[in-house]
């Protein structure tokens, strides 16, 4: 059954902490991507990565961190720097020809 | 920053109407493509125009690009309550990355 998976669903964090984000895609893509949503708003491009041991900073990567050691994996860490974290963060890959697929999300409450 | 701006920003229908959102975008584009999402989930992809094509269909989708208006429609007909959601557009001007629109939000009541 290929697809995206991220985890966890819900993640709660105290301010000050650090916090990785799971996404790992079973597609064979070789482009993946990092979005952060907002009530009521479009997607907004945080980083991406077009392959392995690469990956370039999108519209808002100020307080966030990412690697790409494994074509699988595109872990995402929130740092305590990012002012506003609590979000719904969602993970994408891409296959040739230009749609990406999602996964289901994780929403990311900072207390 | 986002390219999209979905037109209307919120839409309410009865099931069997027909429901027409529309984009509008500002720079060239190679492609476009409509996705939907459902309360606090993934989005999933529903259909991508390439700039050199004027018209698709997928199913009861119907998607419209005119370049030179830098403009495109969704039309879902004759919809039902499932297809309640939020519908974005997202553009690619040819590199490897996608700028979306904020999205419409339609609701379909029985």
């Known amino acids: 059954d290929g697809g995206i998976t991220q985890s966890p669903k819900y993640l709660f964090r105290k301010e000050g902490q650090n916090v990785t984000l799971s996404c790992e895609q079973n597609?064979?893509?070789?482009?993946m991507y990092w979005y952060r949503q907002d009530p009521g708003q479009g997607l907004r491009l945080i980083y991406y990565?077009?392959?392995?041991?690469?990956?370039q900073k999108g519209d808002i990567a100020e307080g966030y961190s990412v690697s790409r050691e494994k074509k699988e994996s595109f872990p995402l860490t929130v740092t305590s720097a990012q002012k506003n974290p609590t979000a719904f963060y969602l993970c994408?890959?891409?296959?040739?020809?230009?749609?990406?697929?999602f996964g289901p999300g994780t929403r990311l409450t900072v207390l | 920053s986002q390219q999209g701006e979905e037109d209307p920003q919120a839409l309410s229908i009865q099931e069997g109407e027909n429901a027409t959102m529309n984009c509008s975008y500002k720079?060239?584009?190679?492609?476009l493509q409509w996705y939907r999402q459902n309360s606090g989930r993934g989005l999933v992809h529903l259909i991508l125009?390439?700039?050199?094509?004027r018209e698709k269909h997928s199913g009861r989708l119907r998607v419209t690009l005119d370049t030179s208006k830098k403009s495109s429609s969704l039309l879902i007909t004759a919809s039902r309550a499932a297809d309640t959601a939020s519908y974005f557009c997202?553009?690619?001007?040819?590199?490897?990355?996608?700028?979306f629109g904020k999205g419409t939000m339609l609701l379909v009541s029985p």
């Open positions: 994408a890959s891409r296959r040739t020809g230009g749609e990406q697929f």
């Open positions: 597609l064979n893509h070789d482009a």
């Open positions: 990565s077009q392959i392995v041991n690469d990956f």
């Open positions: 720079t060239s584009i190679n492609n």
């Open positions: 125009i390439r700039s050199n094509e």
């Open positions: 997202a553009t690619n001007s040819g590199y490897s990355t996608l700028t």
